[in-house]
């Protein structure tokens, strides 16, 4: 038996490849299938079948392709309802992959259909679950995703998940291996760990939501209490999950073509297009094409297209890093995005050798900015809501990027305002949102609130 997690950073993700006696088993699949084809290939195995832990909000999932490109019929847990054949597993239902058994238990609470797949070896004994979104290492799914499609509130769903925690996983022995879903930076929940296996027996001492002590009352306060809206695009890719999706090549042919700077631009204004720039964003402050959004391939870069853009049908065209356009395709198509039309051919120097206009952020270094600063002079801090609770400038306005397009009507029309992020990213993508909407009377302090901390400029909490 060989189990492999296979993570993508990106999304915070981590779908399953498990081999016995030449069967696999492919638990959570992202969109890009080959890696497991080429995998079972080269083990010279067959994938026997697809396990889905639920309907996936954040991202979208390659079981479609994946059944598709292997032969594996799907596996999703009780009360799921698809668009598409697959196989709805009765809580308990047993599964054999070469001389291992997966169990599947129905674990609600997350979402009505969420279900945690136990592996037994082949001497029976209970090894590993993979827990989908029902428990990861720190933290448990937080019970709102799924309120509107289930007819049920946050709460109820939430006491659901309290019994599915004390009914089906938490009986199971100390030395079970958890293979959580998701890790640290996923919006699927509050406080995830950064490590990405553990063991239930570590969970049920450090994981606030396994206390033996706690009351069902307790559980619902604690998972519901501080949750911050869903992204947009969450709706949109669990309705992708369910019921289908185009194939990924087609995505990434269309999205793929190459336009000179003429034609790029045409396309734009016939389409609408938003013109997104996945450059590093020092690049992007020194030159971009006027009204386009930056969003850096080298950040967090689909869960905020996703958390920014919202609509996974907006059209897009993109500037990238040369050699880049795929990656950046098929990373956008990983949440939903598959109206990419295309890339400027030659990136921002092709539009430079145009002459087409160009537009610049302003950006000051920190000690530059310490020389400017007063009582009164207007500071934006975009970070999230809990770091600015850790600590702040005194008298930074917290406009968290997450929930930038709230806050518009807070940024000063006329006055100039200084905009900054933990590290730099972040608060070039808010300034460039803020740039395409007409507000040009901002500077980006480079290098975020690490190089203010380290000027010694006045701090609170």
Known sequence: MRIEQMYTGCLAQGAYYIESNGEVAIIDPIREVKPYLEKSKEDNAVIKYI???????????????????????????????????????????????????????????????????????????????????????????????????????????????????????????????????????????????????????????????????????????????????????????????????????????????????????????????????????????????????FIGIDGGFAPWVGALIGDVKQPILLVTPEGREEETVTRLSRVGFDNTLGYLEGGFKSWQNEENEVDTLDSISADVFKTKLSEDTPVFDVRKQSEYSVSHMEDAKNTPLDFINKHFSEFPKNETFYIHCAGGYRSVIAASILKSRGIHNLVDIAGGFKAIEEMGIALTN
């Open 51 to 293: 396990f889905e832990t639920h309907f996936h909000a954040d991202f979208v999932s390659g079981h479609i392709t994946l059944s598709k490109e292997s032969g594996a019929p799907i596996v999703y847990g009780p009360e799921a309802q698809t668009s598409f054949d697959a196989i709805i597993a009765k809580d308990g239902e047993e599964f054999k992959i070469g001389d291992i058994t997966i169990i599947a238990l129905h674990t609600p609470g997350h979402t009505l259909e969420s279900t945690t797949y136990l592996l037994r070896d082949k001497d029976g004994k209970d090894h590993a679950i993979f827990s989908g979104d029902t428990l990861f290492l720190g933290d448990v799914g937080r019970p709102d995703l799924a309120q509107k499609a289930a007819d049920m509130t946050q709460e109820q769903l939430a006491e659901m998940l309290y019994d599915s925690l004390r009914t089906k996983i938490m009986p199971l022995g100390n030395d079970v291996i958890v293979y959580p879903a998701h890790g640290a930076g996923s919006a699927c929940g509050k406080n995830m760990s950064k490590e990405t296996v553990g063991t239930l027996g570590i969970q049920k001492q450090t994981n606030y939501a396994l206390r033996s002590d706690m009351t069902k009352e307790e559980f619902v306060k604690e998972v519901t209490d501080g949750l911050l809206p869903p992204p947009s695009y969450f709706p949109l890719n669990v309705k992708m999950n369910k019921e289908g999706y185009a194939d990924i090549q087609e995505v990434l042919d269309r999205g793929t073509r190459a336009f000179s700077p003429k034609d790029f631009e045409a396309l734009a204004n016939e389409t609408g297009a938003i013109i997104l720039d996945v450059r590093h964003q020092n690049e992007f402050v020194k030159g971009h094409i006027p009204r386009s959004i």
